[in-house]
Structures are given as C-alpha cells and as structure tokens.
C-alpha cells in the first residue's frame, strides 16, 4: 500500500520524466501507482522494475529512465551532492551573465542581448572577445557616431554570437541549464543532461550532418526499424471509437482493473473512414544532399511497408522514384541507381517550380485524403512562387507536413519558411528521434 508521501514522489518523478523526453498518459500513471502498491517499496530492484515495466514504452528511453532513477531515488549524499553542483552551475552562470553587461557596453549602456547571448559570449576565448570588445570600442569613436547607433551595434553583435552559438553548440561547450522554476527538480534535470553530453551522444537524437561514415550502417539499421514500426502504425485498419462496433481489448481490460478485471465498461474501435494516400518529397539540392540521403532511406523502408504510398525528389525540378525505391535490391544499390539516374540530384533549389510539377502532372494524386511530406530547408530561389504553389498545394490535399533540419530559432531568417510555417504543420527533423516524433504526433 502506498502513502500520500510515495505519491507526491511518484508525481515528481514522472514530471521529471517528462521533461527529459519521455511521454507518459495519465493512464500510465495509474498504472505505475498500481503496480507499485504490489511490490516492496523498500526493494530498489523491484520498485524500479515496476516503474520501468508501467511507464516507458520504447527502448531508447531505457537509459534516460535509468539516469533519471538513479538521481532522484538515490541516498541523502549523493542527492546533497547534486544540489551543490547546480547551486554552483547558477552561480557560475549569473557571474557569467554578469560578465557579459560589464564588457558589452556601448556608450556605458549594456547591450540588449539575451541570457543566451550573454553565455555565448562567457563561452567563446579570450582572443575572440576582445575581438568584440574592440569593435564596440572602435564603433563608439567613429565619426559622428553616438548612442542612437546602439541598435545597430546590437544587431551586429548579435550576428557574431549567433555564429559562435552554433560553433560552441557541435562541441558541447555551451550547455545552458535548463529551468523549470524548482530548484529540486531544476537539479536532477541538468545533472542528467550534463551526463547525457559527457557521454556518447545517441544516434537517434544525433544530427543528420554530425554522422560520421563509420555510424553510417548502424544508422541505417536504425532507420530500417523506424521505417518498418511507423508504417505498420500508419496502414492500421482501426482507430479509436466510442461506437459500439468491434472492441478495443486491451484498452478494455486496461479502463476495468478498477473493477477488479471484470469488463463492465467496454472500449470500442471502428474502421478509419478513408485510408490515407502518402506523398513524399525530399529536397536534394546541394545544401540538402546530407539530410537528403537518410530521408530517402527512410522513404524506402516506408515504401516497402506501405502500399499507398507515392515518392518524389526535387531540386530545380521535380522526379518520381517511387518505382525506384520499390525494387527488392538492397538501399546502397538502390540509392546509387537513383543518383546515377537523377537529372536533379546536387542541383539549385526552386521549390516553387517542383510544386507547380506535382500540381500540374501529378495531379491525380492529391485528393482530400492525400498527405504530402515534404522535407526541405526551404532556401530557394523566387521564393514569392514557392508560397503561392504550397497555398494551392494545401487546398488540394486533406494535409502538407514540413520536416525541416533546420533550427526552428532559425526559420525565420529564411524569406519562404517566414510565410509557409503559417500554411503547414511543420517540424524540426534533423534527427532520427525528431524524425520519429513528428510522424508519431501526426498520424498515430
């Protein structure tokens, strides 16, 4: 039997849960509380085991879990241990902030930089901030020059902390803590995150552009289960329905162990009314050419798993392939068949012209229960067309998704994404687990 105060530990801890990445429904709760109210909550190996068995669904959460229960479930010492280290870390940072205001000044005002900015600049080496300092410096005595020229001065600023963000970001040097606004939970969060950077960096949550060719076929195993797993979700023949017409056991037996196992109460699932038609297509111009070798790989398994399913590539222009990705001959061959062949491939981007393509000799395709991926940066040429092709696009089709492998904090400095991020669902998509989450969140 569990008390109020294994309760509130158990909220606590599936927040935290949470806040590393792992989902957790409300019905998964109250299956972790029922499970632990049978077993002895003084047996670590069997309390962990029963949270472990009720709470994560996927093995690439095994770790994280692992990490997470080992901090918040510790003893007294290590716990103490863990708070001092983020009292320290905050500290270190607000001097680090602190910093920054003092030695980015123009005319003795403080720039307007974010706390981001601040650590960025707290980050970078000596040499490259009194590269910065000099420059204010020799801004503030330039000729008529004076404290109206401070926007302008940020603005420039700015642009070379964004550029050392990204160069201190691929070596890990730059990790901001993370919070939340309790400090308890605040301290296991980064004490986990920090281990997570100090360690191995997992394939499924590594850029697509940081994979090395020694990673390539681990990868490629990776994306062929992920391929295989998503398309059987999406072909499904059932969804979830409050009609009486065939009943969805398991989630019968799961809403009746109230009851003591008896089915009172029973859950229903029916037929989706029209089953989806998929199009995908992927970017592989020369700024895309890295991402876009994964995501035709991911094309494949998919298309080889689902039979609805049509594929495209696209630079200047667009090419199908969905033949192509059908034949029963292993990916390396098929991917070198396809860039052989392609007419595109390493090519400029117009986004605009391959839509018009799709729209106009395609057509047939997109109908009110078609969904198109599309998988681009969105860097293209004319990009006044390019929104005027995705506007019809959008009012051809049931949906069009954009993954993205860029930043979202980036998106807006790209003319087209400015105005299609309002007319699409899209999705930062630069790794495997981004890839995962954004198919899950919208079709299963």
Not at 178 to 183: A, N, P, R, V
Request: aromatic letters at 8%; hydrophobic letters at 35%.
């Amino acid at each position: 039997m569990i008390n109020l105060q294994s309760e509130f530990h158990l909220i606590r801890f599936i927040a935290l849960l949470r806040l590393l990445g792992i989902r957790i429904s409300t019905a998964e709760v109250i299956d972790g509380m029922s499970a632990i109210s049978e077993v002895d909550l003084l047996n670590k190996k069997h309390f962990k085991a029963a949270l472990f068995s009720t709470l994560v669904k996927e093995a690439k959460h095994r770790q994280v879990f692992d990490d997470a229960f080992e901090a918040y479930f510790s003893n007294n010492a290590y716990r103490e241990e863990i708070s001092q280290k983020w009292e320290q870390d905050v500290s270190r940072e607000e001097e680090d902030k602190r910093k920054a205001e003092n030695e980015l000044q123009f005319f003795d005002q403080q720039l307007e930089l974010t706390d981001e900015e601040k650590l960025t600049y707290s980050n970078m080496g000596q040499e490259d901030r009194e590269k910065i300092q000099h420059f204010i410096e020799k801004s503030s005595s330039g000729y008529k020059v004076d404290e109206n020229f401070k926007p302008i001065i940020e603005n420039l600023v700015r642009g070379a902390l964004e550029y050392w963000k990204r160069q201190l970001s691929d070596q890990n040097i730059i990790q901001p803590n993370q919070k939340t606004g309790d400090d308890e939970i605040d301290s296991y969060l980064n004490h986990i995150n920090k281990s997570r950077v100090e360690s191995d960096i997992s394939l499924e949550e590594k850029d697509f552009n940081k994979i090395t060719d020694d990673e390539i076929d681990k990868v490629e195993l990776t994306i062929r289960k992920l391929s295989a797993r998503l398309a059987t979700k999406m072909s499904r023949r059932y969804r979830k329905s409050s009609k009486m017409q065939k009943v969805n056991v398991r989630k019968s037996i799961r809403d009746n162990l109230k009851y003591g196992g008896t089915l009172i109460k029973l859950n229903y699932k029916a037929k989706r009314k029209k089953k989806l038609k998929i199009l995908i297509l992927s970017d592989v111009s020369g700024s895309m050419a890295r991402y876009a070798a994964f995501v035709v790989q991911f094309m494949y398994g998919i298309s080889n798993n689902l039979k609805d399913m049509e594929s495209y590539v696209f630079a200047e222009n667009l090419e199908e392939v969905t033949e192509k990705l059908k034949h029963k001959r292993d990916f390396k061959s098929t991917m070198a068949n396809l860039m052989n062949e392609s007419t595109v491939w390493g090519e400029g981007t117009d986004i605009g012209a391959s839509v018009n393509t799709l729209l106009s000799k395609h057509g047939k395709s997109l109908q009110t229960n078609t969904v198109v991926i599309i998988l681009s940066d969105g860097k293209t040429i004319n990009w006044e067309r390019t929104v005027c092709e995705i506007k019809a696009l959008k009012n051809r089709v049931k949906k069009v998704i954009w993954l993205n492998p860029l930043p979202q904090s980036e998106w807006e400095k790209v003319r087209a994404l400015r105005e299609i991020v309002t007319e699409v669902s899209m999705h930062q998509c630069n790794t495997l687990n981004k890839l995962e989450n954004a198919i899950t969140e919208q079709f299963l």
